[in-house]
């Protein structure tokens, strides 16, 4: 347990020093539905995704240390994979099944650490959840952990500029309450959990 110690301190500074400034200040970020977060133990949080600022805010609002599995590319961003590396983050290759990514994300959750997976596996422009993958849900059976249905509001539009001044949006995330893991790994079971986690998403996006 040793070597959770410096992750989890380094997690901890540039929540507090780097995200808490932008989430609160910038965007004036508001949590609903906190007590529905799971406070031992690890869970699987599923979101919508809009932005590429969804990991750091999700994770510095959800009060946990949560792991997310992010696109390659984004860790040749300098600032932006600096952020996402420290935060746990680690990469998946699009359009593969990376069985790499999946042990490591197995591996986390045996740990007690909590992961963070985007539903759609890419961000909508709409910001709501449009075509859910069920790489969550099959994770949930083979891993027996909770699924944690996450909204984040506003993020596919974080900016706006009227007369060339820019207006920041509100960001608003709501939990809801988890969801079990699916009862088999058949399609249809996988596929059922993905629809509902798909719907519970969707009616606290509004």
């Known amino acids: 347990m040793k070597n959770d110690i410096l992750p989890k301190l380094i997690y901890k500074l540039v929540s507090t020093l780097f995200v808490l400034p932008i989430y609160k200040f910038v965007f004036k970020g508001h949590l609903i539905g906190k007590d529905n977060i799971p406070q031992e133990g690890s869970f699987i949080m599923v979101s919508n995704h809009g932005s590429l600022l969804d990991p750091p805010l999700l994770g510095h609002a959800l009060g946990r240390n949560i792991s997310f599995m992010a696109k390659a590319e984004l860790f040749e961003i300098p600032f932006i994979g600096l952020v996402i590396r420290a935060c746990g983050a680690y990469p998946v290759k699009r359009g593969i099944v990376d069985k790499n990514t999946i042990k490591i994300a197995c591996k986390k959750l045996l740990n007690d650490n909590c992961i963070g997976i985007f539903i759609d596996g890419t961000r909508q422009k709409n910001g709501r959840v449009n075509k859910p993958k069920q790489g969550a849900a099959s994770l949930a059976f ?54 509902q986690l798909q719907d519970n998403i969707n009616n606290m996006i509004g």
């Open 142 to 195: 083979k891993n027996q952990k909770l699924l944690l249905p996450v909204a984040i509001l506003n993020s596919h539009r974080l900016v706006r500029f009227k007369f060339c001044i820019p207006f920041f949006s509100k960001i608003v995330i709501k939990v809801g309450k988890p969801v079990r893991p699916p009862k088999s790994s058949s399609k249809e079971d996988l596929n059922s959990v993905t629809m």
